[in-house]
């Protein structure tokens, strides 16, 4: 599992002790969650994360190291910071990391303050927002700081336990060509992390059934894939199918580009299936290749989800983001008072690797609740991002 991730890249592990900027995070440090347990405060703070795969987990120590952000303007002056964050150096893995998932760490892009939007705002670099995109190539950038054009559509994130811990939005209604299904809404998390989607039973029964009958193609053996409903293909590129639109409130329309995925053979095509699985409980998952194509804005100082059509080379909109507001140098890592960040701008890392696009790639399986997480591989960032908690470790194996 997991053996198609960037095989084009050579991927390092990151060693504290080769980096000139590491620092062990002490036990007396306001992020350390497991500081009460230590025995000294001057001790290395530890760290344990449990995923929702079976047996799957990572522990280690939390180190303090430096993110090298560039400008996310296309035509400005090429101006970068270094910004302090927060890592985890994962010591001992088990589960899925065996098998080779997330062989160039994570890094945490969730609500909560470990997280590195949430470091980055508060340390004034940025607003409280970012942007991410996948383009049909499966390559991708992440824009820190960005809040989309003034034309895209949003939708607003929803509570989860009466807290906004997690990036929960509420579908209303989902159609397959021009027919809306009835009884076919839910909430669902939106997760990049998921390579793939997966919906209450319920819905994913209707919206598959409806596929079924309006495609134009015979049943196939899905016999080595998760998908129940596959289909055999005998064109050299990708074949037509059904379009697939999520409406969100006031009528927002979000069109799926990518709902199928495709299966080669020796003359193109050979197969392709409807890249959707059934889930359990109320709550679906919103993956990697349902965004295709978009600018997804995840606005967390707005509380909103916001969406364009993107082909990831940039900004579309073209505005020059300074790193730092006014000029001034980027602040320390957040301390207990809160430090404003209206004034921040857009920074950007590195453009994205490959994201794994193998039906081995373990959607759901490298997924936790509510936990929010980024592939880092290093010095490249890769765009995969499993759900959403408030409590967030950046795991790298070291």
Known sequence: MGQSIVQDRDLNEYSPSSSSTSEHLPCSHQLCELGPNCKSPKESCPYTVNYYSENTSTSGLLVQDVLHLSSGSNGG???????????GCGMKQSGGYLDGVAPDGLIGLGIGEISVPSILA??????????????????????????????????????LNGKYETYIVGVEACC??????????????????ASFTFLPNAVYERIADEFDRRVNATRASSEGYPWKYCYKSSMKEKPKVPSLTLVFPLNNTFVVHDPVFLIYGMEGVAAFCLAIQPAD?????IGHNFMTGYRMVFDRENLKLGWSHSNCQ????????????????????????QQSSSQGHAVAPAVAGRAPT????????????????????LPLLLLHLPAHHHHIVDSLTC
């Open 358 to 377: 193998s039906a081995s790639a373990a959607p759901r399986e490298v997924m936790t609740p509510y936990f929010g997480l980024l592939r880092l591989l």
């Open 176 to 193: 397959i060509g021009n027919s809306c299904l009835k009884q076919s809404d839910f909430n669902a998390l939106v997760d990049s992390g």
């Open 314 to 337: 940039g900004l579309e909109d073209g505005q020059s983001m300074p790193l730092s507001p006014n000029g001034r140098p980027p602040n320390p890592l957040p301390t207990n008072e």
């Open 77 to 87: 002056s090429n101006h970068s910071v270094k910004a302090p964050i927060i890592l």
């Open 122 to 159: 508060k340390a004034g670099l940025v607003r409280n927002s970012f942007s991410m995109c996948f383009d049909e190539d499966d390559s991708g950038r992440i824009f820190f700081g960005d809040q989309g054009p003034v034309s895209q559509k949003n939708t607003p994130f929803l509570p």
């Open 281 to 285: 409980g109320d709550i679906g998952t």
